[in-house]
């Protein structure tokens, strides 16, 4: 047991090291298609929103749209009932690549879990959220300390 966590960090390198490999045939990052596939989810979220969605810091997230939208797919537009925030959107060029970066998820996930079968997965799916969910609890603990 004393390992479980050094495997989880491990196979979490190793997924983002493969992914970023794949990304980037497409001239993309693994952080810009998170930012994109949360906007094809939820358009014109606030910058502020999607800095905490994507788990960056608010200036990290500043440049990373920065870059997004010199490649002509974001764009950003003020929020009509406040002036001070900005509101993201994708724009008709990130359609197409959205679904290239779709259609290389599920083909990542199939090699991800390739002789891994549907039950085993289930189970893993449960530990790793027992264990999240653990942590959660142990974090607001110790901030209400």
């Known amino acids: 047991m004393e390992r479980f966590a050094i495997e989880v960090v491990e196979t979490a390198h190793a997924i983002r090291r493969d992914f970023d490999r794949r990304a980037a045939v497409l001239g993309s990052t693994r952080a810009q298609w998170r930012v994109l596939a949360k906007l094809g989810r939820r358009d014109g979220q606030k ?3 999607l800095a905490e969605a994507v788990d960056v810091e608010p200036i990290t997230l ?4 920065d870059r ?3 490649a002509g797919y974001v764009e950003r ?3 009509e009932a406040d ?5 993201i959107h994708l724009t008709d060029k990130a359609r ?3 679904e290239e970066l779709g259609a290389l998820s599920d083909i990542f996930h199939a090699d991800m879990l390739a002789g891994v079968s549907p039950e085993d997965h289930a189970v893993a799916s449960r530990v790793l959220a027992r264990v999240r ?3 959660n609890s ?3 603990k110790v901030s209400v300390s």
């Open 68 to 70: 997004l939208q010199e």
């Open 138 to 140: 142990v974090q607001t």
């Open 83 to 87: 002036r001070r925030v900005w509101r």
């Open 62 to 65: 500043s440049r990373m749209v």
């Open 77 to 79: 537009r003020q929020d």
């Open 133 to 135: 969910d653990n942590l």
């Open 47 to 49: 910058q502020i929103e």
């Open 96 to 98: 197409p690549i959205l």
